[in-house]
């Protein structure tokens, strides 16, 4: 069924996202702040709206795709008002929990069906369509952006109410930015032990130690071809995007009283590697950070 979609947020991820939806035979309206924008959409084959407001009108569909929270509260302050009830507003950002959750209160006090729905799987995803949709929010919204969000991603798991979309994004993130760390110092420590990384590769990969840092994200250059390091760490994964999602989820572990000593020591370090100049490579490059290149 074609659908009347507004797409606030035309970048990176945003635009790819839009252009599929295109493609899967929706009329599809954009909006972005950034001065480029129009010329990109309106090359990508889109309608591009002068606001927000705009954008969204007659929307039987909106899906933001914004940098923080305050921009989410923000766009969707300006549209929830707009918007029929019944309709289906859908934001992918990764944002904190505590503002999902305001977004989706904000939507419920003008009937909308609201859904949390961060992805991984980065721009290759978004471009390919084979983002992985985390969704938090009602059965009813789920169910209703679940032929949208399977023309843009390959998979969508409900994992429960208001905010449980970007919980169980940055529960993953913290596992991925903790275990890469792992996995970059034991390679190091492997080196200064004379040990080549091809041989290290193949015991680890099939024993205890196999992990996607590790099997698909390899940060040393050889064992897997397609890994970052192979192209001198270009992203990927950036590691500004990694820093800021290891933020998201101390916050998190802050306000509910979580322990979370692993993924505060992931933060420091890749904090200290986008410091040193490191936010625009590939997470994976962290392993220059254990060998004490600085550079
Ligand atoms: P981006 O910076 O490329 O795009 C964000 C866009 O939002 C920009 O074009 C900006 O102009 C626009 N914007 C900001 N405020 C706005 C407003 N008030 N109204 C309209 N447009 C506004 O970022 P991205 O890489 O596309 O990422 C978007 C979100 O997806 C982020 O939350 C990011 O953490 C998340 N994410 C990114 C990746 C990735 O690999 N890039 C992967 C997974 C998740």
Not at 62 to 67: A, E, H, K, N
Request: charged fraction near 15%; glycine fraction near 12%.
């Amino acid at each position: 069924m074609s659908e009347k979609i507004a797409f606030i947020g035309l970048g990176n991820m945003g635009l790819p996202m839009a252009a599929n939806l295109l493609k899967a035979g929706h009329d599809v309206t954009g909006f972005d702040l950034a001065p480029n924008a129009k010329m990109l959409a309106e090359t990508a084959g889109l309608k591009f709206a002068v606001s927000a407001a705009r954008a969204v009108a007659g929307a039987s569909i909106v899906i933001t795709m914004l940098p923080m929270g305050k921009h989410v509260l923000s766009v969707w302050g300006e549209i929830v008002a707009e918007l029929a009830a019944g309709t289906l507003i859908i934001d992918s950002s990764t944002i904190d929990v505590e503002s999902a959750r305001k977004a989706h209160e904000l939507g419920a006090r003008h009937d909308l069906l609201t859904l949390d729905a961060p992805v991984s799987g980065g721009t290759m995803g978004a471009q390919g369509a084979t983002l992985t949709f985390m969704a938090g929010g009602a059965e009813a919204a789920f169910l209703r952006a679940q032929p949208v969000l399977a023309q843009m991603g390959k998979r969508a798991v409900h994992c429960g109410g208001p905010g449980a979309g970007q919980a169980a994004k940055i529960c993953n993130n913290m596992i991925l930015g903790i275990s890469m760390a792992g996995v970059a110092e034991a390679f190091v420590l492997g080196e200064k032990l004379g040990l080549s990384h091809q041989a290290l590769f193949d015991v680890a990969s099939t024993s205890s130690g196999q992990c996607w840092a590790l099997t698909t994200n390899c940060p040393v250059p050889g064992p897997v071809p397609a890994s970052p390091a192979n192209r001198e760490y270009r992203p990927g994964f950036a590691t500004a995007l990694m820093l800021k999602d290891l933020k998201l989820s101390q916050e998190a572990a802050l306000a509910a009283g979580a322990a979370s000593p692993m993924g505060a020591q992931a933060a420091a370090l890749y904090a200290l590697f986008e410091k040193q100049g490191h936010g625009g490579d590939d997470f994976s490059a962290i392993i220059n950070f254990f060998r004490g290149i600085t550079t």
